[in-house]
């Protein structure tokens, strides 16, 4: 029996912790955290057997009796309390690395990047789960990596995992080694935590160079050039079997077709997503499937049902013609970039939030060539305000909340003849909400009540 101590009442500490108590374990788990919002979760938790600690930062001095340190993924991983802990030999690991010793039996596919992660989690595992398979997504969508394993080891039936894993996942999980790998795109991000892009590409880089079969974009700039250091790599491109130098891909789409492996499988334009980003997560998805062996078939039904993510260029509906998206997963300025550019334009832009650091000059450029006008919310609108006249870009207001963005938007999307509204904030969300998704859930209600959208 260890003695194990969870940080962290979120829902993967909240699995993890079940996880541990699962196993025999003595749990204990802290969080920061006080309210009658967490009273409830503490009291289910204790009635489980698992002591809960409210208002309590962990420091090894007061859980001496610690043998076990697991970390849910918003916690650094160079914390002075898990250094400590680690110099007095406590094991400290990520709630993903726990999953994995639990689920490791079973073929996983790991996605990882700076953006779309989320929706190329999302395909692959509807492809497995079109081809008969069970092969839920976890990580940062759907289960929590340990909710999974506590539903479904040993005992449950289970084919494949398909785990969305953040840098954060990552370097807390050294062992974690997927039979197919996935990475997206590359771009700085989450710099604050990593401190250089160096780092923040090494983390990534460690989860593909364990995986048995390593897939990578190829047309992400960042990814091509270092593409000496992937030998054993399978590549993907959407522009076709010649435009990656020095690169055969794997995967590519020529004449409207993905083609993996020179085979034909399934047309581009079944994906009813927009954008040239959603084609590399198709390309990313497909060759994930074929290298786990799924016929063309199910993969073509299965990408032609394909619903996409919700937050991530999410159509919400129409008013007087103006089509109101919600990319409030786009959290960083490539993401927001991306977004920008792959709706109808001109559009009403609604941005900020907790900025972050990073490059913004691409998205600066497609602001110029594709906004009509730009409500700035939240904590980022006077840095936001400061850079958009620093291009001289000067068809912008700050309006400070999303309650008062949205009306303000559709008034002007009709008098700028705009085609969209679209909120893709290239920004974090907490200072306002507690994440992306509630963010992108009021953007979504107020929406409907304030607006009145026809289905999209």
């Known amino acids: 029996m260890t003695h194990a101590h969870v940080i962290g009442l979120g829902k993967s500490g909240i699995a993890a912790a079940r996880l541990l108590a699962k196993r025999g374990d003595t749990v204990a788990l802290s969080d920061r955290g006080t309210g009658d919002r967490l009273e409830p979760l503490r009291r289910d938790l204790e009635a489980?057997?698992?002591?809960?600690?409210?208002?309590?930062?962990?420091?090894?001095?007061?859980?001496?009796?610690?043998?076990q340190l697991i970390v849910s993924p918003g916690v650094p991983w160079d914390l002075p309390a898990l250094e400590a802990a680690r110099t007095q030999g406590v094991e400290t690991l990520g709630e993903m690395e726990l999953a994995w010793r639990a689920l490791g039996d079973r073929p996983w596919v790991g996605v990882t990047g700076t953006n779309g992660k989320t929706t190329t989690t999302a395909l692959t595992a509807a492809i497995f789960q079109r081809a008969g398979l069970k092969a839920p997504a976890c990580g940062n969508i759907g289960y929590a990596a340990c909710e999974l394993a506590y539903e479904h080891a040993p005992d449950n039936r289970l084919d494949w995992a398909i785990a969305e894993l953040s840098s954060y996942q990552i370097e807390a999980s050294t062992t974690i080694s997927?039979?197919?790998?996935?990475?997206?795109?590359?771009?700085?991000?989450?710099l604050s935590r990593h401190y250089t892009l160096e780092n923040y590409y090494d983390i990534k880089a460690s989860l593909l160079g364990r995986s048995q079969h390593p897939v990578l974009n190829g047309d992400d700039a960042?990814?091509?050039?270092?593409?000496d250091r992937w030998p054993q790599a399978l590549w993907t491109s959407v522009g076709g079997k010649d435009a990656l130098a020095g690169i055969s891909p794997y995967a590519y789409i020529e004449s409207g077709w993905v083609v993996v492996a020179g085979d034909r499988i399934v047309e581009a334009a079944a994906?009813?997503?927009p954008g040239r980003h959603n084609l590399q997560n198709l390309l990313l998805s497909v060759a994930a499937a074929r290298l786990a062996g799924i016929e063309a078939e199910a993969i073509a039904a299965a990408v032609a049902k394909f619903p996409g993510v919700a937050h991530r260029l999410e159509r919400l509906g129409?008013?007087?013609?103006?089509?109101?998206?919600?990319?409030?997963?786009?959290?960083?300025?490539?993401?927001?970039?991306?977004?920008?550019?792959?709706?109808e334009a001109p559009a009403v832009l609604i941005a900020g939030g907790s900025i972050?650091?990073?490059?913004?000059?691409?998205?600066m450029t497609a602001i110029v060539e594709r906004?009509?006008?730009?409500?700035l919310v939240g904590a980022a609108s006077d840095a936001f305000a400061k850079r958009l006249d620093d291009?001289?870009?000067?068809?912008?207001?700050?309006?400070?909340?999303?309650?008062?963005?949205v009306p303000r938007a559709a008034e002007r999307a009709i008098e700028l003849e705009a085609k969209t509204v679209l909120l893709s904030p290239a920004c974090a969300s907490f200072d306002q909400f507690s994440s992306f998704e509630e963010r992108g859930d009021r953007f979504r209600d107020l929406c409907r009540s304030i607006v009145g959208l026809t289905q999209p």
């Not at 057997?49 to 043998?67: K, N, R, Y």
């Not at 103006?322 to 970039?337: L, R, W």
């Not at 291009?391 to 963005?405: D, N, P």
């Open 271 to 273: 994906l009813k997503m």
């Open 222 to 227: 960042e990814l091509h050039a270092r593409r």
């Open 178 to 190: 997927p039979r197919i790998g996935l990475w997206t795109t590359f771009s700085p991000d989450h």
């Open 391 to 405: 291009i001289g870009y000067a068809r912008y207001e700050k309006v400070e909340t999303l309650e008062k963005a």
């Open 371 to 375: 906004a009509a006008y730009v409500l």
């Open 356 to 363: 972050k650091e990073g490059d913004d000059r691409a998205w």
């Open 318 to 343: 129409y008013w007087r013609g103006v089509c109101f998206i919600n990319d409030s997963k786009a959290t960083n300025y490539d993401a927001a970039e991306v977004g920008l550019t792959s709706v």
């Open 48 to 67: 489980e057997g698992i002591a809960v600690h409210l208002g309590t930062s962990f420091a090894i001095e007061a859980f001496p009796e610690t043998q």
